[in-house]
């Protein structure tokens, strides 16, 4: 990751954003002063993290944990996104057939130094969806007769991708579940298995953090089961980057798909493609794209972005470094592990995600033993809500039956979480 801006830089670049939409801004709160502690010593500082939360105009209507769909930006990364905005706006296509692809350039340059990659080995989407589908779709190394393989915690939507390929690549498709209760081995001995007992499979989609139960999955080991066997591993890495710490290159993955909206806060619809230089001309240029073999941009076309959204990526990880991402995963892990060890001695409840760090971090599901379908769930995330002003989602995937998420943010408290356990306990 890239070092740090001065919080002096960084402010001076926000101030700056905001004066130029300062009709629409919104008012510029300080960033408080660091106390001297380590990431896990500041994750329970709720006086600091209350500070912290000062800087998102947050919705008084209900207690909002669902913040697994997407990051809201905080206030200076909105006052920076009005004022790209109203570039955009007022300049139009004086500035779209000029300046702006320059400026887009900058702008990727800024997210590969951040995730320590080539600048030609990354391309800016509208989200780590269509990422990952142009991935899975254009992925060229299959034939007849081979087969590919995904899991139930898989995200729908690349599941749909996954067997897609079907028809498209007459492949055989391969489904496994993840073991419940769930640790590191049983994940990579179920990969393991899988491998085994398909010697034709040739490629693999893996997720890093779970987007219905928020497991991390041991991504490193699967990769390198995976390699050992021949078969190349997509990686859907869209709710990782901004909520744990990682460095993309330690994988050894050569292609991913990965979401800027969610954990780094950047405007909805930002998202890239990564594909390791050499593996380029695996992915096939999006229908018939010009451009060189080689070249990552012609892996997509997106057409009329939001380009103001795009612009404000860099204001984005500005405002995530600022904070830290040590400190940010441990904050989320804390706010996480509250409710947790409450609901952990609830009658009847199952918590989807151990405690190990290592595999989980903000998100978590739960599920009531005696009610696993997509009805029951409903009502639960109905009542949540209705009795106790508390938002949460269902999710539908995992094999054992349906489960609800809560996805606390950094501008939730202690006290949003402990709610939720009281809550929890009167739904017994």
């Known amino acids: 990751m890239t070092i740090r ?26 960033l408080p002063p660091r ?3 380590t990431a896990e010593e500041l994750a329970t500082n709720e006086i600091f993290w209350a500070k912290i939360a000062a800087q998102y105009s947050v919705t008084s209507a209900i207690n909002n944990i669902e913040n697994g769909y997407w990051g ?18 007022r300049e139009n296509t004086y500035y779209a057939r000029g300046a702006l692809n320059d400026d887009l350039k900058t702008v990727k ?3 590969a130094d951040f995730l320590n990659v080539s ?21 060229n190394k299959l034939k007849p007769g081979d087969a590919v393989l995904y899991a139930d915690l898989d995200y729908g939507a690349m599941k749909s991708a996954m067997q897609w390929l079907e028809g498209r690549r007459g492949v055989e498709v391969i489904k496994i579940n993840i073991p419940e209760p769930t640790t590191r081995e049983n994940i990579i001995t179920a990969y393991a298995q899988a491998f ?14 779970n987007n219905l139960t928020g497991l991390i999955h041991p991504v490193k080991e699967i990769s390198a089961l995976a390699k050992s066997h ?3 591993v997509i990686l859907d890495s869209a709710h990782a980057l901004g909520q744990i710490d990682f460095d993309l290159t330690d994988f050894d993955a050569d292609f991913a798909g990965i979401n800027l909206h969610k954990w780094i806060g950047a405007p909805i619809g930002c998202g890239l493609i990564y594909i390791r230089k050499n593996r380029i001309r695996d992915i096939d240029r999006f229908m018939n794209e010009p451009g060189d073999d080689n070249d990552i941009e012609a892996r997509a076309h997106t057409g009329t972005l939001n380009f103001a959204a795009h612009l404000t990526i860099p204001d984005a990880l500005s405002f995530h470094e600022m904070i830290g991402i040590r400190e940010k995963e441990a904050r989320l892990r804390h706010l996480r592990n509250l409710w947790v060890s409450e609901a952990r001695n609830i009658p009847g409840v199952d918590i989807l995600t151990p405690d190990d760090p290592t595999m989980v971090a903000a998100m978590t599901s739960f599920r009531f033993k005696s009610r696993v379908t997509t009805e029951d769930n409903n009502a639960i995330v109905r009542t949540l809500a209705g009795k106790h002003n508390i938002f949460t989602v269902r999710r539908t995937g995992p094999a054992a039956g349906d489960c609800v998420r809560v996805t606390p943010a950094i501008y939730n408290s202690g006290d949003d979480m402990h709610r939720l356990a009281k809550a929890l306990k009167a739904l017994t």
């Open 119 to 139: 600048n030609d080995e990354i391309r800016l989407v509208r989200g780590a969806s269509e990422a990952l589908q142009i991935l899975i779709g254009g992925y």
């Open 72 to 89: 809201i930006m905080a206030r200076p990364v909105m006052n920076a996104y009005v004022a790209h905005t109203e570039r955009v706006n």
């Open 35 to 37: 106390p001297t502690a």
């Open 230 to 232: 021949g078969i190349d």
């Open 196 to 209: 085994k007992d398909h010697p034709d499979v040739r490629m693999t989609l893996v997720t890093h953090v």
């Open 109 to 111: 340059t800024r997210v």
């Open 5 to 30: 801006p001065s919080r002096r830089t960084f402010l001076t670049l926000t101030a700056g954003a905001g004066m130029a939409g300062a009709a629409a801004a919104q008012e510029t709160i300080p």
